[in-house]
């Protein structure tokens, strides 16, 4: 079995490996970041929050004795894509691409603006597979590279309110499997990393109670096992990392039942959030967040 900087050709004697995240200022992107930078990598690192990811890489050169570059980029816009792709293309290599960057949506698809949910497509989608694209050469020229795109458990299990996230998810589920088998010639690996529910800033940007009366939920991970997780199946070359055993038994069921029933329990399921109470929730980084949602289960 190779380690992960066998995989991704990182010799801390040799002279260190890049490896570049986007959204990295917090929740599974930042785990990311500590976790590599530990393994001994130089970091890209980028998101929008200037101030965050500064601190983030002042604390993670001084802790690992590693460089990290930070790239402000909203992926939204093509713009910011392109000049992350850029910087990245003016590295000698890269060795990890973690495309990790996301949101979701409290707003259903029909009664949202299709902008709005266009974006989601762009940071998901259109940012990755242009990220992807822009460093296959390198990747194949070294013939060594490690690409991890996060996905969700939501890419099985379609839903009734939240159409474009699981969408987006699942055509990151599809396009790493086949970018994988495509690669694999280069000895280069494609992940995709398809967490549960994650203690992260995602939920609570939703304005969504991530504890119970204080205390864990049943099933929710911490974005450090997540991750933990991920880089264990680098490891191991696995196309498709599950964190948790109670998301493995999830997708299970999700494959082997039949897909009507699963649509119907699905639909059960859903919340659709039915007024906004707005309020200041501070998330981790002390960036205030408007949108405290009120939710209601829907009938
Ligand atoms: N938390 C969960 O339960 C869960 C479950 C399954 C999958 N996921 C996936 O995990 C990934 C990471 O999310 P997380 O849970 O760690 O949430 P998070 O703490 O909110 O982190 C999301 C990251 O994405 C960045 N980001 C969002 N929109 C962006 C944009 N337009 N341009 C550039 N960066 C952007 C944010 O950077 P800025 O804040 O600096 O903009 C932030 O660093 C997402 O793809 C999410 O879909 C999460």
Known sequence: MKTINEISGNNPQKGRKT?????????IGKSFAYQLAQLGYDLIVTGRKQNLLNEISVDLENSYNVDVKVVIADLEKADDVKLLMEIMNQQESIDVLVNNAGFGLNEVFHEDKVENQLKMLQVH???????????LPKMIKQRSGIIINVSSMAAYIPTSDNAMYTSTKSFLKNFTTSLNMELRQFEIYAQCLCPG????????????????????????????????????????????CIPGILNKLVVLLAILLPAGLINKISKLMSIKPNHFEVSML??????????????????
């Open 197 to 240: 529910f994650t203690y992260t800033d995602f939920h609570k940007k939703l304005g969504r109670n991530t504890k119970e009366n204080g205390a864990k939920k049943t099933g929710w991970m911490t974005p450090n096992e997540v991750v933990t997780c991920s880089l264990k199946s680098v490891k191991y070359r696995k196309n498709l």
């Open 125 to 135: 989608v259109v940012s990755t597979v242009l990220l992807i694209h822009k460093i």
């Open 282 to 299: 501070k998330t981790q980084d002390n960036h205030a967040c408007e949108l405290n949602t009120v939710k209601n289960v829907r009938a």
């Open 19 to 27: 490896a570049v995240i986007t959204g990295a200022t917090s929740g």
